[in-house]
T-cell receptor, first 119, second 112 residues
Framework: ETGVTQSPTHLIKTRGQQVTLRCSSQSGHNTVSWYQQALGQGPQFIFQYYREEENGRGNFPPRFSGLQFPNYSSELNVNALELDDSALYLCASSSGPRDRRHLGSYEQYFGPGTRLTVT | QKEVEQDPGPLSVPEGAIVSLNCTYS??????FMWYRQYSRKGPELLMY????GNKEDGRFTAQVDKSSKYISLFIRDSQPSDSATYLC????????????FGKGTMLLVSP
């Protein structure tokens, strides 16, 4: 079984630039969620993708956007980077969106994250 | 008030001690409760999850949920230095999207 992978591992960008982060979901998983984790904080939900459609969004501005591809891999794009965007960006995959008949769909497995530094 | 409150620690214990980690929450709609372990500069690793109230045991780990008090706990028996990490509680509501709401995490340090 292949776990969740993310690239790149680290990234340094300048304020105002754009960045694209990538995630490959765990084998057999079709749902990808993105989270932002600032230093010393718990992860904050950005958005979720299921079958290439956005399936929920947290309290993040529109300059945070995403894509999911037919192979269920995903991208997170951030435009007009701000200093406060510096954080660990985590991708999590699961076997589907909410399904009370299948409690396993609630299990989200995280990748190692991409550490973004904005200067 | 944040939806999920968790003492950031650090919590320092000697090897072999029983560790108790806790979270409180304010949203009564939370129905699914998870515990994640996160080593420094790594992604969170799912340890356990429980549905509604009750206990769940897995090896040295026991998760408890008390929905009447809006209080969840993770107990670690016979703690090991390799348990040193940040422990994050996370919750999902009974309806809507299956998105995780996390606490800030508690840093645990187990000394040999």
């Amino acid at each position: 079984e292949t776990g969740v992978t993310q690239s790149p591992t680290h990234l340094i960008k300048t304020r105002g630039q754009q960045v694209t982060l990538r995630c490959s979901s765990q084998s057999g998983h079709n749902t990808v969620s993105w989270y932002q984790q600032a230093l010393g904080q718990g992860p904050q939900f950005i958005f979720q993708y299921y079958r290439e459609e956005e399936n929920g969004r947290g309290n993040f501005p529109p300059r945070f956007s995403g894509l999911q591809f037919p192979n269920y891999s995903s991208e997170l794009n951030v435009n007009a980077l701000e200093l406060d965007d510096s954080a660990l960006y985590l991708c999590a995959s699961s076997s589907g969106p909410r399904d009370r008949r299948h409690l396993g769909s609630y299990e989200q497995y995280f990748g190692p994250g991409t550490r973004l530094t904005v200067t | 008030q944040k939806e999920v409150e968790q003492d950031p620690g650090p919590l320092s214990v000697p090897e072999g001690a029983i560790v108790s980690l806790n979270c409180t929450y304010s949203n009564s709609a939370f129905q699914y409760f998870m515990w994640y372990r996160q080593y420094s500069r790594k992604g969170p690793e799912l340890l356990m999850y429980t549905y509604s109230s009750g206990n769940k045991e897995d090896g040295r780990f026991t998760a408890q949920v008390d929905k009447s008090s809006k209080y969840i706990s993770l107990f670690i028996r016979d703690s090991q230095p390799s348990d040193s990490a940040t422990y994050l509680c996370a919750m999902i509501p009974n309806s809507g999207y299956s998105t995780l709401t996390f606490g800030k995490g508690t840093m645990l340090l187990v000394s040999p």
